[in-house]
T-cell receptor
Framework: KAGVTQTPRYLIKTRGQQVTLSCSPI?????VSWYQQTPGQGLQFLFE???????NKGNFPGRFSGRQFSNSRSEMNVSTLELGDSALYLC???????????????FGSGTQLSVL | SQKIEQNSEALNIQEGKTATLTCNYT??????LQWYRQDPGRGPVFLLL?????KEKRKERLKVTFDTTLKQSLFHITASQPADSATYLC????????????FGQGTTLQVKP
């Protein structure tokens, strides 16, 4: 069974640009969560999607958005990039979602975003 | 406010010894707690899950305890090996945080041969 796939692996952007990151969950998993990881803040929850609906949201500005498609693949978009958005963005999938069913999360390797 | 605290200082131990990592939390009433391992440049990998009504869970050389009175979980690696060197993260959610698994900052373990 293929794991969680995130693309691209690395990305370099400049301030003010926008970026779209992609996540393909494990086959059969319907929940996709996104996290931002930085050395200072650790793993911060961005949002979770389940069956194409955003089910939970973290405390990030509206510049961070996401969506999920009918095949459970998810994309995350960050508009008007700031220097502080430089981070490792991780997506994680599970069948029903970590909260509702005590399930563990399966993480991808992440997209390393550098904003110059 | 809600907090999950792990020792931010790296833990250095000698091969063969037992490593003990701590996870403390405040203002949470988690139904369960999870531990993950993260290697540099990779996503976290699930290790163990322990429920609030379980005091201890074991898996091979790993042992996790969960004390809801102290609001603390301990993660032990016995007979540690250099390959155990990584960052270990605890994660939990309360009943009011459905779908949100919240992570601690992680503790980096370095096992020296």
């Amino acid at each position: 069974k293929a794991g969680v796939t995130q693309t691209p692996r690395y990305l370099i952007k400049t301030r003010g640009q926008q970026v779209t990151l992609s996540c393909s969950p494990i086959s059969g998993h319907r929940s996709v969560s996104w996290y931002q990881q930085t050395p200072g803040q650790g793993l911060q929850f961005l949002f979770e999607y389940f069956s194409e609906t955003q089910r939970n949201k973290g405390n990030f500005p509206g510049r961070f958005s996401g969506r999920q498609f009918s095949n459970s693949r998810s994309e995350m978009n960050v508009s008007t990039l700031e220097l502080g958005d430089s981070a490792l963005y991780l997506c994680a999938s599970s069948f029903g979602g970590a909260g509702a069913t005590n399930e563990k999360l399966f993480f991808g390797s992440g997209t390393q975003l550098s904003v110059l | 406010s809600q907090k999950i605290e792990q020792n931010s200082e790296a833990l250095n131990i000698q091969e063969g010894k037992t490593a003990t990592l701590t996870c403390n939390y405040t203002n949470y009433s988690p139904a369960y707690l999870q531990w993950y391992r993260q290697d540099p440049g990779r996503g976290p990998v699930f290790l163990l899950l322990i429920r609030e009504n379980e005091k201890e869970k074991r898996k091979e050389r790993l042992k996790v305890t969960f004390d809801t009175t102290l609001k603390q979980s301990l993660f032990h690696i016995t007979a540690s090996q250099p390959a155990d060197s990584a960052t270990y993260l605890c994660a939990l959610h309360g009943s009011s945080n459905t779908g949100k698994l919240i992570f601690g900052q992680g503790t980096t373990l370095q096992v020296k041969p």
